[in-house]
């Protein structure tokens, strides 16, 4: 078990009682816990008016803890965390960044221990502007379901918290196939779906903060949608 910081990912599906009371009142301090968010989950590619990108009873939480043994004690001990141990979670390790977003404790240094031939774990986070938004999610919605439909992902959704919050996470068998897949090089339909969408960004910006986090993955646990491995076989 790491004594170093690490990342968690967690996806759990609750009653929309206690889903909605997630969202009212997100997790905000525990011991060892740095920063999180917490959202809903929205299905890549959804439509705009879909009742997935307004509420969902799958919450996503996204963490940052001092230690592993932090969110060990988390999940066992606390009433929140318990909650999200009836889920699936997979932890993480830094290796980069791209972009910058607030509240998370960042290593300024990026780790490239990572090879081309191993699976990573990619989080997007942004926060919108809120008259972007259209323009946004015009220019979103075929790179989500680029990466959605890509033979390279094991898995991949999305996350919303109002009122402008928008995130997206994806397991990768490899980071060559995810780099391609960046730079319009897939054997994807219209593979350059993602570049011609970061051309636009850099044309006019969508959001106040927006950061690309990269990890590599240390383990998963728990289950969702009956299934309790993602990670890409060895």
């Known amino acids: 078990m790491t004594s170093q910081p690490i990342f968690s990912y967690h996806i759990t599906k609750l ?30 590619g959804s439509p705009i008016f879909s009742k997935t990108r307004i509420f969902n009873q799958t919450i996503i939480v996204f963490a940052q803890w001092e230690n592993e043994t932090s969110l060990e004690n988390f999940l066992k001990t606390d009433s929140y965390g318990k909650l999200l141990a009836e889920g699936w979670h997979i932890r993480l390790s830094f290796l980069r960044q791209w972009g910058n977003i607030s509240g998370f404790d960042i290593p300024i240094k990026n780790n490239e221990e990572t090879t081309s031939n191993k699976s990573i774990v990619a989080v997007t986070i942004a926060r919108m502007k809120y ?67 970061m051309i636009e960004r850099n044309r006019k910006n969508f959001h106040f903060e927006f950061t690309t986090l990269r990890f590599k ?7 969702w949608n009956n299934c309790d491995s993602f990670l890409p076989k060895k």
């Open 15 to 44: 009653s929309y009682l206690k889903a909605f009371k997630l969202m009212l009142f997100p997790l905000k301090k525990n011991k060892g816990l740095i920063h999180s968010e917490t959202m809903s989950a929205m299905k890549l």
């Open 131 to 197: 008259t972007e938004i259209p323009r946004f999610l015009r220019w979103g919605r075929p790179v989500e379901k680029l990466v959605r439909d890509h033979d390279g992902t094991t898995l991949s959704l999305a996350s919303i918290r109002y009122p402008n919050i928008i995130s997206t996470f994806s397991i990768w068998k490899s980071q060559l196939e995810m780099t391609n897949m960046v730079n319009g090089h897939s054997n994807m339909p219209d593979p350059k779906r993602h570049a011609n969408a």
């Open 217 to 223: 993955p240390i383990s998963e646990h728990g289950q």
